[in-house]
């Protein structure tokens, strides 16, 4: 995976932006003119209130829970029925060995029960998995556990990110290059197994260093594991672009006022990126959702019994010829929310930039 | 240039010694990871354990275990504590499957991800242009493992609709039809990602570069619509396209595609890391770390290599 | 058991010679060309080595030691019988001393003639290559101590003496111990040429003195046995010569994989359990290809009575009616039977319990009566399944029954190393155990002997120490003999230890599938389930 931009975004944006809007708009602010772009294009605003719709359904998961479903995330039903349309089904499809006459008889069982839909009053609407769980119950849980570490660690990652190329960019030198070779050194690794190979050990013990605990089975391992290694792909275009505003006159012009560093960097360098920043964010979440999919799936993200999409994908995978759902279903979940991402994430990036080529490569 | 080309091979050799340090450290504090003791077996006694930490060297400094190790990893002696076998055997015995995986998908991504770039500039706005835009987009907001999944399960053999093997790998040696048949999907599957994110970037770029001087120059001068686009347009619009190229299908060649081995049971580098690291199995970590690294950081210096010559204004002094 | 089995084996030794060669005429019509095979990735193809079954299942039909058992289905499997050695062993001093003699004129497949000096380089080479194995040996005199053999690896075992030129090998032990002659029946055990080297022979192979050899072995890809040219049932009457010419092994971990090898009919057999996924329709489908086999194993849960909450009997005892037992059959796919007993059913001291039924309110009751509801506890357990929908399943009847539970999930390669780490400190978990050889030996005393806990590398994973328990336990050790008042002590140590300790909870014996080709048939004396190797593939038949 990696995440480029086009080297001459950034610098003209407001140059660009006076000269397209023609005057017509004059006095406005950058960031105004851009939400006026925003809100004519419906597309983007539509999958914007998809993904807030998919949040909101999750933040719910409790009250699905707790009135609809009668169960929790990780309440088992195994060895009980329910009663659908008046009949009772056994959750979990009963099978067994016994020896009749010296010969073995035996009933393949394990199976659970499908997606009810409505038939058995709000219970198991999708189903269940190997353990009795309800799998709607888990795909909202779920939901929640992937939207915080994929939004969590896209947070982490811009902000250090930002963080680290505006010391580089203001300082230069040995800062500048320490910095970057610790961006090009996270950059060589092969970035899918570093993050599994970090998710992995991390989720054996935690970590307990440098007077830090995390508990092996913390949401913030898959968090700081994906923010970490995804600091350089959006570090290193950041540096860049700042780079080139360091040498800008008005840098210059504040320095020569008497402005501190941190005043140069928050106040002058920032302003700048920001743009190039909050569309990094909004695609960076979408990628993080991914990554987060794909370590779980592999067992280096969320841990048992918690669900995640990654982690119900992985649980459906061994049930995928005779409980098709338990893998289908939160795929689906992924994809729209990745799909509501990249499209307002391309719609903001219009808006705020129409030159600007951030994009987020897989 | 020799000063440049110098320098970047020790550039290198220094980016392979931090990975593999860095992916040493990683693992061997974990806890019940102690290779002896996994070794020994159920009915161990505490003399064989000691035995076999000092057989090997584990009773020694964690610098000189890491020096032993990658020695032996250069003199492709070192074996894996889960299975005793030999690692490097191992990875070169994972290899025509991975080489083959990215080989096939490659040629399809490329393809059909310039293709696709092409027709959406072509007939940017309208609807053959908007219906590639959508599914690039969804394309590229699919989990890789979740499409290989539904594949599988829609398209093998124990579906109704299928008509393709549900998973493995046969060599090319042993049957090139088998190899063929067996790689299809996965081929695809990995494609698709690369497919919707090639031409989404060169749809980008053909346009830019549609509005480009030189292009309106060549325009004004009377030059067919097709002929530019070709010689002119496509030319300049490939460089980005193949730059991706280079380091994505390093990646993959370098066990990147972990998941879509992992999913088609296909027996790469990729699936081999993937299982070594659920099984704390370091040695082969270490050898595979290694490896890929190799691929990555040995390929961007090819494609710096290929710029420098190409554009002499960025060749360093 | 040894006594008993003394005058077994001479009423064997004495019909064997007739009835073998009866053997080898049957087997000879039933002998066929190759039979494919998928199979499971060994550890080892090097009989001192290798400790998983996918080795063991070839080997046994490779190498051969002084004792083996018999190639026989069923409970018959378990006898044990003299394959290098002209009769089973004559035990004197109390149990401590063995007297074996090597028969003659057998040759390995290189032509080395088999020497009694052998049985001792093998046991020797076990030490000096660190087999997993050596564990075993511990009671021979001069192995253990600070000047033993375990611990120099210098000179000679003095337990052990051999004369090549009568054939003898006698062997003393330390003290009485009741399963020594299962202990020489293990591949740990089988004769290796001199010239073997001190390291892992897996790929060059050894030569082999059993009716097969390993001529190809490539790791995770292949291996191919054949036929050992200088193998005479005549001189070895209680080994079958055979009948597969040759056997062709694919390796294919991946069950769906090794599956659809044989429903492609690129192989004849697939020697790993079908996925739970698939046995529904396979079951129905293609029945008659499908043997179902229950081998000698017990899935259990372990509670660790050194630590709260299962240091108090009442929690432990709240484990015991808190899991559904029946319902836990189905994380297997109906490929097991509830059980309650730490000895699986198939052997003679099998008493079957039936103390605990299912009942959630009474788990909770006693959680509350033992005073430790509301603590917390971590579960630990493989992260594939069944282990993982097992532990989960735990966890979640641990929350109902009042306590605070979690699951933690390790890689098989390091998990049983970690909960037999006391530094671990795991409360409870996922276990269970296959046998090594059939005797109640190698389940009280390595899974429950209070005197056998380490600190590291524990087999004893609930610290379970019952002084009564571990006195009974090291008497019937001791002892040489097997007697029915004996089965029924050990009965009472599987009783004590789950009914009136609640130290373990053992829910299911695990079965297993074989399936097979078309072509294979599975008819009578053509399917034979050793129970400890498993399926036999030297008595298979084509149709």
Known sequence: ????????????????????????????????????????????????????????????????????????????????????????????????????????????????????????????????????????????????????????????????????????????????????????????????????????????NGFHHFGITVPASSLWIPTLVISYVYVPYVGRPLRGQLLSLREKEFVEASVSQGAGPLRVMFAELLPNVASTALVFFTLIIANNILTEAALSFLGAGVQPPNPSWGTLISDGQDRIATAPWLAIVPGIAIVLTVLALNVFGDGLRDALDPRAKVRIEH | MVVFVVRRIIGMVLVLFAVSFITYVIFVQIPGGDPAQRIAGKTATQQNIADIRQKLGLDRPFYVQYADMMKSIFEQKLVSYQSQLNVVGQIKAGLPATFSLAIGAGIIWLTFGILVGTIAAVTAGRLSDRLITVLALIGISMPVFWLGIVARYILSENHPLGIFPDSGYVPITQSPVQWLYHLILPWFVLAVLFIGFYGRVLRSTILDTINEDYVRTARAKGISYRQLLVRHVLRNSLIPIVTLFGLDFAAVLGGAAILTETVFNLQGVGQYAAMSITTLDLPPIMAITIYATFFIVGFNFLVDLLYAWLDPRIRPA | MAVALVIAAVAAAASSSNRSTAAAKTSKAKSYSVLRVTWDQPDYFDPGLAYTVAGWQIMWNVYEGLLGYKHAGGAAGATLVPNLATALPKITNGGKVYHFTVRKGIKYSDGTPVKASDFEYAIERDFKIDSPGVGFFSAIKGVSGPKGFATTKKGHISGIKTNDATGAITITLTHPEADFANILATLFAAFVPPTTPLSDQSVKGIPSAGPYMITQYKPNRSFVVERNPNFDPKQQPNTPRGNP?????????????????????????????????????????????????????????????????????????????????????????????????????????????NKYHYSLSKAKQLVQQSGTAGQKVVVYGVNTDPSKSVVEYVASQLTKMGYQASVKLLAHGVYFTTIGNQATKAQAGYADWYQDYPNPIDWFDVLYNGDRITQTHNNNYGNSDFDPVNKLIEKLKNSPTTTAAQNAQWAKVDSDLVVKYAATVPYINRSGTDFFSKKMNLSGSCYQFHVLYQWDFSTSCQK
């Not at chain 1, 480029?4 to 397209?20: I, K, M, R, Y």
């Not at chain 1, 963080?163 to 910095?179: H, K, N």
């Not at chain 3, 090898?261 to 057999?269: C, I, N």
């Not at chain 3, 039977?337 to 099998?350: A, D, S, W």
């Open chain 3, 245 to 353: 010419d040759k056997v062709i092994g694919t390796i294919n971990p991946d069950p769906t994989g090794a599956m659809e090898t044989v429903l492609k009919g690129q192989s004849d057999y697939d020697m790993i359990s079908l996925p739970n996924d698939r046995l529904p329709q396979i079951s129905k489908q293609y029945a008659a290809q499908l043997k179902i086999y229950t081998p000698a194993d017990m899935y259990y849960i372990f509670l660790n009575q050194r630590i709260a909450p299962f240091d108090n009997i009442k929690a432990r005892q709240a484990v015991e009616y808190g899991l559904n037992r029946n319902a836990m059959v189905q994380f297997f796919g109906g490929l097991a039977r509830p059980t309650q007993n730490i000895l699986p059913p198939n052997y003679p001291q099998y008493k079957k319990i």
């Open chain 1, 1 to 204: 995976m990696a995440i480029d931009t086009g080297t001459e975004l950034g610098q003209d944006s407001f140059a660009d932006v006076a000269e397209q809007s023609r005057g017509d708009i004059a006095g406005r602010s950058p960031w105004a003119l851009a939400w006026r772009r925003l809100r004519r294009n419906r597309v983007a605003l539509a999958f914007l209130a998809l993904f807030v719709l998919i949040c909101v359904c999750c933040a719910l998961a409790p009250v699905y829970a707790h009135d609809v479903a009668h169960t929790g995330p990780n309440d088992n039903h195994v060895g009980e029925s329910i009663t659908v349309d008046g009949k009772k089904v056994p959750i979990i499809s009963v099978g067994g060995i016994k020896f009749v006459n010296g010969k073995t008889i035996f009933k393949a069982g394990g199976v659970p029960i499908g997606p009810q839909l409505w038939h058995a009053g709000g219970r198991f609407v999708l189903g269940a998995d190997n353990n009795g769980r309800d799998i709607a119950v888990r795909l909202l849980y779920g939901g929640v556990n992937s939207l915080k570490i994929g939004i969590g660690s896209a947070l982490i990652c811009v902000f250090v990110a930002i963080v680290l190329s505006l010391l580089a960019a203001y300082y230069g030198g040995i800062v500048d290059f320490v910095i970057t070779r610790i961006f090009d050194l996270t950059w060589a690794f092969p970035v899918l197994l570093l993050a599994i190979a970090l998710g992995t050990a991390l989720s054996i």
